[in-house]
């Protein structure tokens, strides 16, 4: 029974993450865009952590803090380097070594990468068509640690962001 407690709580943690993540791409606003990922990374970081895909949850626990920082990079000069994106880059390929589990490691390593630098710049339509090559990276990790949840983020993320540049992008585009 303890098990299927476990199994339960595991899932839902991952579920909880697909809604966050969807409504995320629902806003037009880069720092509330940011809000609701940093809610999101946590519940799948520990969803992945329980089902012992450790680089997985390695690299959402560090899109957290990731996140944090770019979501005030606008607000403090230091955060504004553009030294930051690196950075984080370096630490996602060393974690990535650090708790190799075989080939597939470097998937979500090389994902949050692509979203590091999607989540860099300010204009949320580049953030929106930048954050599409995640999602391609994660698909095989999730088909891999048997995520379901994973599997529907990845598909969330690509609806989300097609329906999201259809409603803003798409104005923006006409509008200059």
Same mark, same amino acid.
């Given at each position: @029974?303890? #098990?299927?407690?476990?199994?339960?709580?595991? %899932? *839902? &943690?991952?579920? *909880? $993450?697909v809604v966050l993540l969807f409504i995320s791409f629902q806003i037009d606003n880069r720092k509330s865009i940011l809000? &609701?990922?940093i809610a999101a990374m946590f519940f799948l970081a520990a969803h992945q952590f329980l089902l012992g895909a450790l680089v997985g949850a390695a690299a959402n626990?560090?899109?957290?803090?990731?996140?944090? *920082?770019?979501? #005030?990079?606008?607000?403090?000069?230091? &955060?504004?380097?553009?030294?930051?994106? #690196?950075?984080?880059?370096?630490?996602l390929l060393s974690t990535c070594v650090l708790l190799w589990q075989g080939w597939y490691s470097v998937l979500p390593a090389l994902a949050v990468i692509a979203s590091t630098f999607a989540?860099?710049?300010?204009?949320?339509?580049?953030?929106?068509?930048?954050?599409?090559?995640?999602?391609? &990276?994660?698909?095989? #990790?999730a088909f891999i640690i048997d995520s379901l949840p994973t599997?529907?983020? %990845?598909?969330?993320?690509?609806?989300?962001?097609?329906? $999201? @540049?259809?409603?803003?992008?798409?104005k923006k585009s006409s509008e200059t």
């Open positions: @029974m303890e #098990y299927l407690d476990l199994d339960v709580t595991t %899932q *839902i &943690l991952g579920y *909880i $993450a809000g &609701l990922l626990g560090l899109t957290i803090v990731r996140n944090i *920082i770019f979501r #005030y990079k606008n607000e403090k000069p230091f &955060l504004q380097h553009f030294i930051w994106p #690196y950075i984080f880059s370096l630490v989540l860099w710049v300010d204009d949320t339509k580049t953030i929106r068509l930048l954050s599409l090559i995640g999602p391609l &990276l994660w698909l095989p #990790y599997i529907l983020i %990845q598909v969330v993320i690509i609806t989300s962001i097609l329906i $999201a @540049m259809f409603r803003f992008d798409r």
